[in-house]
């Protein structure tokens, strides 16, 4: 196991290997070059399997950050998107920043796919991501996607992950960001840039992992119905304009509706079945009455507002790491990737570093990590449920080889 900066006294021997370099400096050229210089220097002459590339720099030069990648790295198979802020083991949470993890592993590979329009078929372009092509299926270990972060907003992705024959194989990934602006995100696949897209990439070989997740928001106030809504715009709730449901516990027209999300039930019995998952309120008209979710929202569906709380927030990341790590069925896990929603971040402000201290204490080795902060995250519950996209949420996914 490789990692630049605080590796364990007594790693364990593994042909598996993660090489980290992220960078915060206020030139995006140079903090993509810095990012590189660190993998370069962790690598010692190997050549890298993957490339992940995450970035919260919405205004540098993308298209020039592939081409350097390509000719750093051998033009190894690339993966990633913009996001609304990174972390890792190396610099922990940052924004305006750029995040390179590189996988080196002798019996794994890696192979990347692209599927568009999201915004008008997403089951036909997570199909065409996700294609195996001439690969046999029982090589695959799981897939990491990521989607599009507005058009993945408005549609189904649920509904996809759950009529798409992946056959037991897993998906995990997030919906890319551009902080928290909801205007335009991007995607990356080898040296393209997309957008309205499925970036995905499939890892092959003999990879063990485990998973979970969890939110830590908690539902407050009345019950509400969902009585108008097309797609993830809702306009009624309760027959009133979805507007004032909000605003009845909240200030009108404020960016703090996004850290205060709906709980939204899946079964028409909450006294019973108390399961919900979350919903935040990305865009909205006051005038109007409408706000429009991160994700598709149905009528007759029961919500209610809920509220965070930073002592909550960093309990559940820590449950979903945990119970990650005893998801694993090996027991040598050599690394961890991790999405966290866009807004937990706001909400922990300077305590966002805590999400993560699973990983760093308790352990007799340091488990390095890296990840971003979405628009939404993919992860399943445990090995025995399907993917999922959650909103405001901590997931984790524990890789490694024994």
């Not at 024959?165 to 960001?177: H, R, T």
């Not at 709906?262 to 706000?291: F, H």
Request: some cysteine; hydrophobic content about 40%.
């Amino acid at each position: 196991m490789t990692i630049l900066k605080g590796g364990p006294k007594e790693p364990h021997t593994s042909m598996m290997q993660l090489i980290l370099g992220q960078s915060d400096d206020i030139d995006p050229s140079a903090a993509m070059h810095k990012a590189m210089e660190q993998c370069l220097q962790g690598l010692n002459g190997k050549t890298p399997n993957v490339i992940f590339f995450f970035t919260s720099i919405m205004d540098m030069d993308h298209q020039a950050a592939l081409d350097t990648l390509k000719d750093g790295f051998s033009g190894a198979p690339l993966i990633g998107c913009t996001t609304a802020g990174e972390f890792s083991s190396l610099m922990g949470s940052t924004e305006d920043s750029v995040l390179l993890a590189l996988i080196c592993s002798d019996t794994l590979s890696f192979w990347t796919g692209k599927g568009y329009p999201l915004s008008s078929d997403p089951n036909a372009a997570l199909r065409q991501a996700l294609s195996r092509k001439k690969k046999k299926k029982a090589d695959i270990a799981l897939y990491l996607s990521f989607l599009d972060g507005i058009q993945g907003l408005k549609v189904s992705i649920n509904d996809t992950l759950n009529q798409f024959p992946f056959q037991g194989i897993p998906v995990f990934g997030g919906i890319s960001g551009d902080k928290l602006c909801f205007t335009n995100t991007l995607q990356f696949k080898d040296q393209e840039v997309l957008t309205d897209a499925v970036a995905s990439i499939a890892a092959q070989g003999p990879l063990l992992y485990g998973s979970s997740s969890a939110h830590g928001w908690q539902p407050i106030g009345r019950m509400g119905v969902v009585t108008h809504a097309i797609g993830n715009v809702v306009y009624e709730i309760n027959f009133k304009p979805a507007f004032s449901f909000l605003s009845y516990y909240l200030q009108e027209d404020s960016r703090e509706f996004l850290q205060f999300p709906l709980a939204v039930y899946r079964t028409p019995q909450p006294e019973y079945y108390p399961d919900y998952y979350l919903r935040y309120p990305c865009t909205w008209n006051a005038k109007e009455g409408w706000v429009a979710f991160s994700g598709q929202m149905l009528k007759e569906t029961l919500v209610r507002i809920t509220i965070p709380g930073r002592r909550q927030l960093i309990s559940a990341a820590h449950t979903a790491i945990e119970q990650a790590i005893a998801n694993y069925p090996g027991k040598n896990p050599v690394m961890a990737f991790c999405v966290s929603g866009a807004v937990r971040p706001q909400v922990l402000g300077s305590l966002r570093n805590h999400e993560f201290s699973p990983f760093m204490s308790g352990r007799k080795t340091l488990l390095p990590y890296f990840g971003f902060y979405s628009f939404g995250e993919i992860s399943t519950a445990s090995r025995q449920t399907a993917s999922f996209c959650h909103c405001s949420s901590f997931t984790a996914l524990v890789l490694g080889e024994d």
